[in-house]
């Protein structure tokens, strides 16, 4: 069923609805689920991962990486 709602969050997401018109009421687990299938991510902060839309506008995961391959591409 959990399954269910996190598909409906992503349908929503792709059929252009807001991200307010989720139907679940606030602090409960379909709301969370929900989200999650919305935001294509899970719900703690810590493991939260971009939307697969947002990762492929080029956003890197790890800005770090890219900062520190920079720098070394520079000293060469």
């Not at 991200?19 to 299938?37: H, I, L, T, V």
Request: aromatic letters at 6%; a positive charge; proline letters at 8%.
């Amino acid at each position: 069923m959990i399954m269910d709602i996190i598909k409906q969050g992503g349908r929503a997401r792709t059929t252009g609805r807001p991200r307010d018109a989720c139907p679940y009421p606030a602090d409960s687990r379909e709301r969370r689920a929900w989200f999650e299938g919305y935001d294509g991510s899970a719900w703690e902060l810590s493991t939260r991962v971009p939307h697969p839309s947002v990762a492929l506008r080029g956003v890197s995961a790890c800005p770090d990486a890219a900062t520190v391959s920079n720098q070394a591409a520079a000293a060469t």
